[in-house]
């Protein structure tokens, strides 16, 4: 039978029986959608999972040892001097094969000159890394876990074609941009001399080579200690949509804080932030808004050939029930009164699922008022090729 907008009573109840379940499938990923809660955040901490920027790191360990090393520079040639003296005096001395007091010595001298400079980067690390995640000890990354050991092929492929592999690469080249200008500057100004280094002596050429160097290292880090900042507030961002939820995952966190009321009682406050934010996305895709005109409202929509059941995008009383029927008489979503089944969808069925089975008949009905099957094969298709999501709209 073919649908028209206008049909008896008898026509509309067969209608009704005629719009079979098959017509709907429920959508395989709901997707994450609600933000990391606080235990979430802290589950992630104790295992070791944390936001923090590794160019940050880098930097910071590249700028501090830098400077430790041209602060110590005079003292360093000094006991490297020290030490050259030392042997060449006992040259004629000392046997390098059978003496284990040479191998002593040398490494008496190594360490004193290698060791504040390690020391120094150890602090960087340390110093680096506290700034960003504040202090945490934990041994979980530690532990064996022979799934890290088995290869993911499809994740990293994902991984490269992202935003955060086209991140990644963009930071790349900008560094290799970055210390190619900054080399090419700090060589121009004293390329001549550079040029002519064998006409000069021993320690003006050391000392040229030395400065120019240690200009490009503090330059360089000062700059990749300033691009770190935006890497930063990346990771941050990429962290917290790493830990987003599911609605099923949001429902059993909520289920295991429920002895707790004040993150019960919060949780709550955020699950109806949420959906009040997204009214104003849901509601305009709905098919039918359903009402009772003096307290609540529940919008529903079903897509043909890709769910079991209509669904529920956005519900609410008092005056969010009211904003409800404004925003979809604003964008021409039919809004019908039927006190008696809105309360009861609304009070037995949360957003993002489906009604209870034994409401199809009234709601196909009135979907039956509005549309034909036609019509819902055409929005069928749409919302697919606009890659519709299943309870957060397009």
Not at 124 to 134: P, T
Not at 305 to 318: F, I, L, T, W
Request: aromatic share 12%.
């Amino acid at each position: 039978m073919k649908y028209t907008p206008f049909l008896s009573g008898d026509e509309l109840c067969r209608a009704a029986l005629a719009m079979d379940l098959q017509w709907f499938a429920s959508p395989e990923d709901e997707g994450r959608i609600f933000e990391p809660t606080d235990t979430t955040l802290r589950k992630a901490r104790e295992e070791g999972r944390v936001a923090k920027s590794k160019e940050f790191i880098d930097a910071f360990g590249l700028l501090l040892p830098a400077i430790a090393l041209i602060i110590l520079a005079p003292w360093l040639l000094r006991t490297c001097a020290e030490m050259l003296r030392f042997f060449f005096t006992r040259i004629n001395e000392l046997d390098p094969i059978g003496d284990k007091v040479i191998a002593g010595v040398f490494f008496g001298y190594f360490l004193r000159m290698a060791l504040p400079i390690l020391v120094t980067g150890l602090v960087a690390a340390l110093i680096s890394n506290f700034a960003q995640v504040g202090f945490l000890f934990t041994t979980k990354p530690l532990e064996p876990d022979l799934t890290k050991a088995l290869p993911k092929f499809g994740k990293y492929f994902g991984k490269i074609f992202s935003m955060e592999g086209l991140f990644n690469l963009l930071k790349s080249v900008a560094k290799m941009v970055i210390i190619v200008i900054v080399a090419y500057f700090i060589i121009k100004s004293k390329f001549y001399q550079l040029a002519n280094l064998q006409t000069a002596g021993l320690w003006e050429g050391l000392t040229l080579v030395a400065t120019r160097a240690a200009m490009l290292i503090i330059v360089v880090a000062v700059i990749m200690l300033a691009l770190a900042i935006p890497d930063y507030i990346f990771q941050r961002y990429q962290f917290r949509q790493s830990l987003k939820m599911t609605r099923q995952a949001f429902k059993e966190e909520l289920k295991q804080d429920e002895g707790d009321p004040e993150v019960r009682g919060r949780l709550k406050r955020q699950y109806r932030e949420f959906l009040s934010n997204n009214i104003m996305k849901n509601v305009p895709q709905a098919d039918v808004v359903i009402t009772n005109p003096t307290h609540y409202s529940v919008a529903l929509i079903y897509v043909l050939g890709e769910m079991n059941g209509p669904m529920v995008v956005a519900k609410g009383e008092d005056e969010l029930a009211f904003r409800i029927r404004e925003i979809a008489k604003a964008n021409n979503v039919p809004v019908f009164s039927n006190p008696s089944l809105t309360q009861a969808i609304y009070h037995r069925t949360n957003v993002g699922e489906q009604i209870p089975i034994w409401c199809f008949n009234a709601v196909a009905l009135i979907l039956a008022k509005f549309y034909t099957i036609e019509q819902m094969h055409e929005k069928a298709e749409k919302m697919k090729k606009n890659h519709w999501v299943t309870g957060m709209g397009a």
